[in-house]
């Protein structure tokens, strides 16, 4: 059973939202399988995975829209399990907006005001409040068809706040947006939901989005959750080769354990402590991230170094990804990620042998692959 355990950071909030064996079923088809999870107050967590891994179906049945089959869910000490969604204290903006097309702005934005059956004046001023909040203040009068895709995004949020819920879900609330206005929004939402402080819950299977916006990571795989921690802990740290792989980009070459903290990788023998307390001759996997690999200042007397020759070079702007192929025979390929400075420094170019080193401390050991290890 994987450990779902949140990797250690320091906080002294109490949680506000937990989800205690959380299973979701769909005909023959299992969704999620036995979830639990906490979540502290003021925090904004991410459940990141691919298409089809469980992390809308986990949001929809916290929000009470997908009503799990076994488990609880307990919102601020008070189990809603089986409350309908208007009772869980939540706002909710989904992927598509659900702006109503005939409203106005600020009648899109008073919608849930009106159904609370506020005084008109008090809603004016709150919509007014959150308009000035999300940087429309002069964009009442319009209608959806009328705002750009990142102005709809912004009054769909509004709209979430205008009840000042003790809990936001925002379920793949950039996705539709193009690369350039997601950037600059994602950082507006952070910066929001800090000044608020209000506990958030975003569905995203952008890495780059989860590592930006929040302050836990919940990696999920086939309706399990496979990871929490830190987006510093997720990527320096993964605990599987799923989450490793998923989250960034890493080299995994197969190898076996050696005595003393060594591991043989192919005819390399290579210094990885983490390999310590593994029986000799056990199947492992080695991963390293590009952007850990050495070349500046090796020789073959560095340790964990050895020749290859440069085999794919692709330029993707700011860096450089390279294929590097042992001039051994028997040698695994492994990939670098090389600043536009170092190419330049070190003149590397196409076909070129040099020596390269695996930092024996950034190599991280997984046991060996296993059929849906990285599905």
């Known amino acids: 059973m994987l450990d779902t355990k949140p990797d250690a950071h320091a906080t002294t909030r109490p949680l506000h939202l ?5 299973t979701k079923r769909f005909g023959a088809f299992t969704a999620l399988r036995n979830v639990s999870l906490d979540v502290a107050k003021g925090d904004f967590v991410c459940f990141l ?10 949001l929809r049945a916290i929000a009470g829209l997908d009503r799990q089959d076994e488990g609880a869910i307990i919102i601020a000490g008070r189990d809603v399990s089986l ?7 939540f706002g909710i903006v989904f992927q598509s907006y659900a702006l109503f097309p005939n409203l106005s702005v ?6 849930g005001l009106v159904n609370k059956r506020m005084a008109a004046g008090a809603i004016a001023k709150r919509v007014a409040e959150l308009l000035d909040l999300v940087g429309m203040p002069e964009q009442g009068g319009k209608f959806p068809s009328q705002l750009s895709g990142g102005q709809q995004q912004r009054v769909a949020l509004a709209r979430a706040l205008a009840t000042s819920p003790a809990l936001l879900l925002l379920d793949e ?3 539709a947006l193009d690369a350039r206005v997601r950037v600059r929004l994602r950082d507006e939402i952070k910066s929001l939901q800090r000044r ?6 975003m569905v995203t299977h952008d890495q780059e989005e989860a590592l930006a916006m929040a302050d836990q990571i919940v990696v999920m795989n086939a309706g399990v959750i496979e990871q929490v921690g830190t987006p510093e802990a997720i990527y320096v740290a993964p605990r599987t080769p799923f989450v490793a792989d998923f989250v960034g980009h890493i080299t995994f070459l197969d190898a076996v354990v050696a005595d003393g903290g060594r591991a043989q990788v192919g005819p390399l023998t290579l210094d990885a402590p983490a390999a310590a307390g593994r029986a000799p001759g056990t199947p492992i996997r080695i991963g390293i991230r590009p952007e850990e ?3 500046r200042g090796v020789s073959a007397a560095t340790p964990n170094a050895f020749e290859a020759r440069i085999s794919i070079l ?3 702007g700011s860096y450089c990804r390279v294929a590097l192929t042992p001039t051994t025979s028997g040698g695994q390929v492994v990939l670098a990620d090389l600043s536009s400075n170092a190419m330049r420094d070190l003149g590397i170019t196409d076909a070129q042998v040099l020596h390269v080193a695996l930092p024996a401390e950034r190599l991280r050991v997984f046991d060996a692959a296993t059929p849906g290890d990285l599905s």
């Open 196 to 201: 608020l402080g209000i506990t958030t819950i």
């Open 49 to 58: 995975g691919p298409s089809g891994c469980g992390k809308t179906t986990l």
């Open 18 to 22: 937990s989800i205690r064996g959380v």
């Open 293 to 295: 690999i050495r070349l």
């Open 314 to 316: 692709n330029y993707l």
């Open 173 to 175: 609330p950039l996705s």
């Open 106 to 111: 600020v009648d899109n934005v008073g919608y």
């Open 83 to 89: 409350l309908p969604p208007a009772a869980r204290d």
